[in-house]
């Protein structure tokens, strides 16, 4: 069983930076494919960002391109997503979700490819 765990959410104001991890329990995230979603308040949730197990490969959902970054970081055993220039829209709670054999490119349209393991959340605030 992989237990998931976010952290790093908070208040930042536009136009800030935020950085997410994502931890596990019972597993070691170097095997699995994982993706961070969004769910924006009376929304569903939406892809954001994934990182491939295969090859890192990365992939990002258009609202977020080339101002979310997702990483591995082996030393920490994390997985995470680096935000920048937040936007009020950015809000909400992210979440990480992890699988061994999921594709990765549905993630950046939004879409949730079949992750089998889920995170709790952690909730995002963007407000000056």
């Known amino acids: 069983q992989v237990r998931l765990v976010e952290s790093g959410g908070g208040l930042v104001q536009p136009g800030g930076s935020l950085r997410l991890s994502c931890a596990a329990s019972g597993a070691t995230l170097d095997d699995y494919t994982i993706g961070w979603f969004h769910q924006a308040p009376g929304k569903g949730r939406e892809g954001v960002s994934c990182i491939s197990s295969r090859d890192d490969s990365t992939y990002y959902a258009s609202s977020v391109r080339d101002r979310f970054t997702i990483s591995r970081n082996y030393a920490k055993k994390t997985v995470d997503l680096q935000m920048d220039r937040l936007k009020p829209e950015d809000a909400g709670v992210y979440y990480c979700?992890?699988?061994?054999?999921?594709?990765?490119?549905?993630?950046?349209?939004?879409?949730?490819?079949?992750?089998?393991?889920w995170g709790q959340g952690t909730q995002v605030t963007v407000s000056s």
């Open positions: 979700a992890a699988d061994g054999d999921v594709f990765c490119y549905e993630t950046s349209y939004g879409l949730d490819p079949g992750f089998g393991f």
